[in-house]
């Protein structure tokens, strides 16, 4: 069965310092990977996702991730973070074939940004 | 384009009521699921439709609950004498080919007291 693990539950950084949010997922064939993110009051925004090829994917926003296959990782990063980032991020995986319909979350990372 | 429309935004009922959700999909996107996210976790995949057929009911979608897309277009969610641990924000998503295109709603957040 896939899963997905965020191992921060909330993260605190300073205006202008970097980002990186960590996950790992598990699952038995080639992952299709995606992050999500939900702004106060909003709905889940699709941030980037990675389906194959090259493994830095870059997104809206300003945000990046790399696929890392030897570490079951799929880190997001921003360089330099602003404050309409803070928000709940989520990182999904999909499966592929005929259940390439259906998105398993990990349970988010909660990212304050302090002025 | 007005995007997934779900309504209510909000729900407080009394245990034991029924409640209906209604979700309005893009238009043009056949596909629609429903997930279900309670505080703390991720959202979690209930169901999914292809136009009018569902095709995939989770475990989690106890006989209490139905979901129905009549005619391929809106979606309803009812669940039937519900229970505080129903309380959770209920997600709509559609899309045209698989995953590739996920647009969700801003969901119904339903509270059992």
Request: proline letters at 4%; charged letters at 20%.
């Amino acid at each position: 069965a896939q899963s997905v693990t965020q191992p921060d539950i909330h993260i605190t950084v300073s205006e202008g310092a970097s980002l990186e949010l960590r996950c790992n997922y598990s699952y038995g064939a080639t992952p299709y990977l995606f992050w999500y993110v939900r702004s106060p009051g909003q709905g889940l925004q699709l941030l980037l996702k990675y389906f194959s090829g090259d493994t830095l994917v870059q997104g809206i926003k300003g945000f990046e991730a790399e696929f890392k296959r030897s570490q079951s990782s799929f880190n997001l990063r921003k360089p330099s973070v602003h404050w309409s980032d803070a928000a709940e991020y989520f990182c999904a995986v999909g499966g592929s074939g005929g259940s390439n319909y259906k998105l398993t979350f990990g349970k988010g990372t909660l990212l304050t940004v302090n002025p | 384009d007005t995007g997934v429309s779900q309504d209510p935004r909000h729900k407080i009922t009394k245990r034991g009521q029924n409640v209906t959700f209604r979700c309005d999909p893009i238009s043009e996107h056949n596909r629609l699921y429903w997930y279900r996210q309670t505080l703390g976790q991720g959202p979690e995949f209930l169901t999914y439709f292809q136009n009018e057929a569902q095709l995939e009911k989770s475990r989690l979608l106890s006989d209490r609950f139905s979901a129905e897309r009549p005619k391929g277009s809106f979606s309803t969610l009812e669940i039937q004498r519900t229970e505080q641990g129903d309380s959770a924000m209920y997600l709509c998503a559609s899309s045209l080919v698989s995953y590739y295109g996920y647009t969700f709603g801003s969901g119904t957040r339903l509270t059992v007291v």
